[in-house]
């Protein structure tokens, strides 16, 4: 492959395109890329370089093939509600995924809650393919667990433990745990994981109930 035309983009998204290899890190010890001068007037072309297929498909020896995940990085740091939908397509078109899978999530987390109205309605579209949903899923994760204060909480009741109930193997084996509450008034989310997860936990029940016999 011959030397990316460097042309297609203006400095100093650029400097990118040569800026180096990048190490797996938490977001918080990814490179400052304000510091290069990029801001919020970057974004479309940052956009374009993180989805460059010429570029994530470069020989591994090339500077250029690190492009990409600077640039994503640097639409994080930027909060680029507008990259979200062209960054979920990698994970589908991409052959090589392992970068895309492990940075995108967190990616998503840098750019926060705004993001989740479109996040949760791709997941809601059955036409969306498994592997960016699967993108979707862990970045919704990653948003709730790095923006905890806008995670709304309400209160539904109270819980009190009056005694300890006498240790009894076999009344054990008939608890099963259920994700999904089944509890008029109280409805689960639209987590497409509940319906598996709950039918996983059923079937191993019954198993730990006839291994019980």
Not at 45 to 58: H, P, V
Not at 79 to 98: D, I, Q
Request: charged share 25%; aromatic share 6%; proline share 9%.
């Amino acid at each position: 492959m011959e030397n990316i035309d460097s042309n297609r983009y203006e400095p100093p998204v650029t400097s990118l395109l040569t800026y180096g290899i990048a190490n797996h890190a938490s977001p918080e010890q990814w490179s400052n890329y304000s510091a290069l001068g990029l801001g919020p007037e970057h974004i479309p072309d940052l956009i374009r370089m993180a989805t460059n297929k010429e570029l994530n498909e470069a020989y591994s020896d090339m500077l250029e093939v690190w492009a990409p995940l600077h640039a994503w990085r640097a639409l994080g740091q930027l909060r680029a509600e507008e990259a979200v939908m062209p960054l979920l397509s990698l994970c589908e078109t991409l052959e090589e995924k392992e970068w895309v899978e492990s940075e995108l999530p967190e990616v998503f987390a840098q750019i926060g809650p705004p993001i989740l109205p479109v996040l949760t309605a791709f997941l809601a579209d059955a036409s969306s393919p498994e592997e960016s949903r699967n993108c979707a899923i862990d970045g919704i994760g990653k948003i709730a667990a790095r923006w905890p204060e806008d995670r709304s909480q309400l209160t539904l009741g109270e819980i009190n433990l009056s005694e300890i109930v006498p240790n009894n193997p076999s009344e054990q084996q008939q608890i099963i745990f259920d994700p999904i509450p089944r509890v008029d008034g109280i409805d689960a989310s639209s987590d497409p994981l509940f319906e598996p997860r709950a039918n996983v936990y059923l079937m191993t029940g019954r198993r730990r109930r006839t291994a019980g016999k």
